[in-house]
């Protein structure tokens, strides 16, 4: 899948050591996406991460650029249990 990162989301990915393999899943195949209330350009996408301890992963896309840009990602405590 064709993405970019922006500068805050790749200092999060290394900082969090999130895998691009998880981020690409939950571009490709996300288990949910919500849209993001203060921003009508940008979604959230969640996958759960089974090899980290089943955590949920949200990735904040904008959408209406393309390809489509990484603006942030992080394990969201507020999802456990709800996918």
């Not at 940008?42 to 301890?53: N, Q, V, Y």
Request: with cysteine; charged share 30%; net charge positive.
């Amino acid at each position: 899948m064709d993405y970019e990162l922006s500068a805050h989301a790749r200092g999060v990915i290394e900082e969090r050591q999130i895998q691009a393999a998880w981020i690409e899943r939950a571009l490709a195949t996300p288990a949910r996406i919500d849209p993001r209330e203060n921003d009508p350009t940008a979604e959230s996408r969640f996958i759960r991460i089974p090899e980290f301890g089943d955590r949920v992963l949200r990735v904040i896309v904008n959408k209406q650029v393309a390809p489509c840009r990484v603006v942030s990602v992080y394990f969201d405590r507020t999802m456990k249990g709800k996918l």
